[in-house]
Nanobody, 117 residues
Framework: VQLVESGGGLVQPGGSLRLSCAAS????????MRWHRQPPGKGRELVAT????????YSSDSVKGRFTISRDNVKNTVHLQMNNLKPEDTAVYYC???????????WGQGTQVTVSS
């Protein structure tokens, strides 16, 4: 099983980044997909969720209207489009797969996003 994130980096406030997570080794369409983040010195927080079909998505209040999660069940990928980035969005972003019945979950290794001028 692998979840491999990419797309992180350094961006100026107001800029955009698109994170990607490539999944392999499990039946992708049976899993909710989530993005979490962990700011420096703080705990991990849930940022966004896409249901197994992608038919419904949810975002935390702190990113609502700026971040969009999407998934492609053919390519086994999930993305997080991040617009109007703020310094407080600086964190390590993690991709997470949760089985629809909650029987298993997997984590990626994380990708660093730094928002700074």
């Amino acid at each position: 099983v692998q979840l491999v994130e990419s797309g992180g980096g350094l961006v100026q406030p107001g800029g955009s980044l698109r994170l990607s997570c490539a999944a392999s080794g499990f039946t992708f369409s049976n899993y909710l997909m989530r993005w979490h983040r962990q700011p420096p010195g703080k705990g991990r927080e849930l940022v966004a969720t896409a249901t197994s079909t992608g038919g419904r998505t949810y975002s935390s209040d702190s990113v609502k209207g700026r971040f969009t999660i999407s998934r492609d069940n053919v390519k086994n990928t999930v993305h997080l489009q991040m617009n109007n980035l703020k310094p407080e969005d600086t964190a390590v972003y993690y991709c997470n797969a949760v089985h629809a019945y909650g029987t298993s979950q997997y984590w990626g290794q994380g990708t660093q996003v730094t928002v700074s001028s």
